[in-house]
């Protein structure tokens, strides 16, 4: 992946996860409704087909969602 595809793709997550909080600070989505976000996005992933190499990629983007959910970045937790 180039530098250009990693550094769009580090911004449109930072992007991502500010609006999910700012999402739940504003009590538009409850903690609930984000995290299911999140896994829906995961599964979509884990399920994708696709070349070997399409693969490999969809299962670290579904490994680094996991990584967000488990590590609660999206949701400002009590």
């Known amino acids: 992946m180039s530098d250009h595809s990693t550094s769009s793709g580090v911004a449109a997550l930072s992007i991502c ?7 739940n600070d504003a009590k538009v989505l409850p903690e609930k409704e984000i995290m299911g ?3 829906d996005a995961a599964a979509t992933h884990e399920n994708a ?3 070997d190499i399409e693969i490999e990629e969809h299962n670290a ?10 590590g609660g970045n999206s949701v400002r937790r009590s």
């Open 37 to 39: 976000v999140l896994m």
């Open 49 to 51: 087909g696709g070349s």
């Open 61 to 70: 983007v579904a490994t680094l969602i996991n990584k967000i959910i488990a």
């Open 17 to 23: 996860e500010a609006l999910l909080l700012a999402l």
